[in-house]
């Protein structure tokens, strides 16, 4: 599998050239656990699983040629990573927790699903003074 990574970059996004089309990434957040509401500082704690997707094209191989592997498992910073983090940040941290393995499929295909621990601003509306029964808050993210 070394051959696979001969002249990769890790930091240079995958695309071939300027006039490729974007190279779409897929997220999905799952909240796994909403820590803490802080009602007067107005911040969200939670604690989720990030889910990342997108299509390397030099990330291919030919599984007749090594073996059938079809999938491997990386470290992070063998592969480009999207840069997206959380706009409504409120404590400054903008790192996943965990840096996990990044998994690649034959034919370029990137999953990368980190843990992240995240305080967040939020707005919350209290009524009448009243101790909030319920309120909404975005988590918003940014390609940086």
Known sequence: MVDVFRGYNSL?????NSSELPLIV??????V????????DQVMHT????TLQWHDFQMKWNPVN??????????PDKVWL???????????NYEVSFMCNVVINH???MLWVPPAIYKSS????KESGARMSSFESLLKFWKV
């Open 66 to 75: 090594y073996g059938e592997i079809k999938q491997i498992r990386v470290s």
């Open 26 to 31: 897929k997220m999905a957040l799952q909240l």
């Open 82 to 92: 999207p840069d997206i983090v959380l706009f409504n940040n409120a404590d400054g």
């Open 122 to 125: 939020c707005i919350i509306g």
């Open 107 to 109: 034919k370029g295909d």
């Open 33 to 40: 656990l909403l820590i803490n509401v802080d009602e007067k």
């Open 12 to 16: 240079i996004q995958p695309v071939r």
């Open 47 to 50: 604690n989720v699983w990030l």
